[in-house]
Structures are given as structure tokens and as C-alpha cells.
């Protein structure tokens, strides 16, 4: 279950799992981003193992390439790829909620143990703690509304927790083409579990 796609921007390139959601790399050329991505191991498995899994993955195999844009190179992963429009059986749509699930976890008692100053630097600019946690909060709340899933901005803490109900109980379910969303249930759980794992990963680095 090494499975990799690489998404080639104009200067960088993406390399994401497509068992594992969200871990996925960014960096200069595609022999980088896989060689990153497989430096990434160790941390990934944390988030595997809070989910029950068990991550030891061998040596990546490159099963496509797609297109990126000036969004792969500003670090997101843009590019939605053909096997997202896959259909989804419910087996892997409960496994990927899971680590979804452990990925909102540790990222929640990482901020909750961490300092509000953060180091500054490029690794993530000039945000604080509360900013970070408030831009991936907001952030999983627009890639929600890729699969139908509308809330309104938080009020009150239970909101957030609301929101990521609902969304992990669509992204659990099985999915059959075609797509009536904006993303296929395949690409907006990788896309949500990278970006907080994502943020995680920088507050362990900044701390």
C-alpha cells in the first residue's frame, strides 16, 4: 500500500499516498518528493497509530501523474486525479475516516500543549498558534462545502465539532460515480486530512 500519484507544478512537485490520506510531500522535482515523503514515515505512523493502523509501507510506487498548477508550487495539493473518480468501498471510506479522526486528534493536543508564540520563519511565516489553529479550522469548514456539507462560521466550540461530524459521517459512507459534488469523497479526505496534518507537523516544528 505504497501507492503514490505525483502532481507536477510548473517548479514543484506533489507526491501523495492514495492509501494513506494525507501523507503527502512537497518539493523540487520528483525524485525529492518522494524521497521526502518517505523521510515523513515515522511521523506519518503516529497518526496511523492513533487510528489502530498498522503503517509500514515499502518503496513508493509511482501509478500517475497529473498535471499541478501555480497552486502545487504555492504547497497545496490542487490537482484532483483521475482515481479519485473511482467508485469507494465502504471499507476504505471508514479506514480513511479513522485517520481522519486521529489526525484531528493529535493536531487538537498538539495545540493544546503548545506555547501561543511560535518561531517564526519560512517553515510557516508569521502566524501564531491561535492563527494557525483558526486558519485550519476555517479551511476544513470551505473544503466541507466541496461535499456538501454547510456550516456557518463557529460560534461556540461545539460548532467545529459539529461541522467534523457530519463531515466524517459523509466521508464514511461508500461512493459510487457520478460525482454531484464539487470534489470526490476520495480527494476531499485527502485534501482535509493533509492540510491538518499538514498544520500539525508546522506547530511541532515552530513549538
Do not use: N
Not at 495539493?77 to 483521475?82: F, G, L, N, Q
Amino acid at each position: 500500500m505504497t501507492r503514490v500519484y505525483l502532481e507536477i507544478g510548473p517548479k514543484k512537485v506533489f507526491a501523495c499516498s492514495l492509501d494513506w490520506p494525507g501523507w503527502c510531500r512537497v518539493a523540487k522535482g520528483e525524485e525529492a518528493a518522494l524521497d521526502l515523503l518517505m523521510e515523513y514515515v515515522p511521523r506519518y505512523g503516529a497518526v496511523a497509530a492513533r487510528a489502530g493502523l498498522d503503517f509500514a509501507p515499502g518503496d513508493p510506487v509511482v501509478v500517475a501523474r497529473v498535471p499541478g498548477s501555480d497552486m502545487t508550487d504555492f504547497g497545496a495539493p490542487y490537482a484532483v486525479p483521475d482515481l479519485d473518480q473511482e467508485p469507494v468501498p465502504a471499507s476504505e471510506a471508514a479506514r480513511g475516516v479513522a485517520l481522519l479522526r486521529a489526525a484531528w486528534a493529535l493536531f487538537d493536543e498538539t495545540a493544546a500543549s503548545s506555547p501561543e508564540d511560535l518561531r517564526k520563519g519560512p517553515r510557516g511565516g508569521g502566524r501564531d498558534l491561535s492563527g494557525v489553529v483558526r486558519h485550519v479550522e476555517e479551511a476544513e469548514r470551505a473544503f466541507a462545502r466541496k461535499v456538501d456539507v454547510r456550516h456557518k462560521p463557529y460560534k461556540q466550540p461545539g460548532d467545529r465539532d459539529a461541522m467534523r461530524a457530519e463531515l466524517a459521517d459523509v466521508l464514511s459512507r461508500a461512493w459510487e460515480p457520478p460525482r454531484t459534488t464539487g470534489w470526490p469523497p476520495r480527494y476531499a479526505l485527502r485534501r482535509a486530512a493533509w492540510h491538518v496534518i499538514d498544520h500539525l507537523w508546522e506547530i511541532e516544528d515552530r513549538r
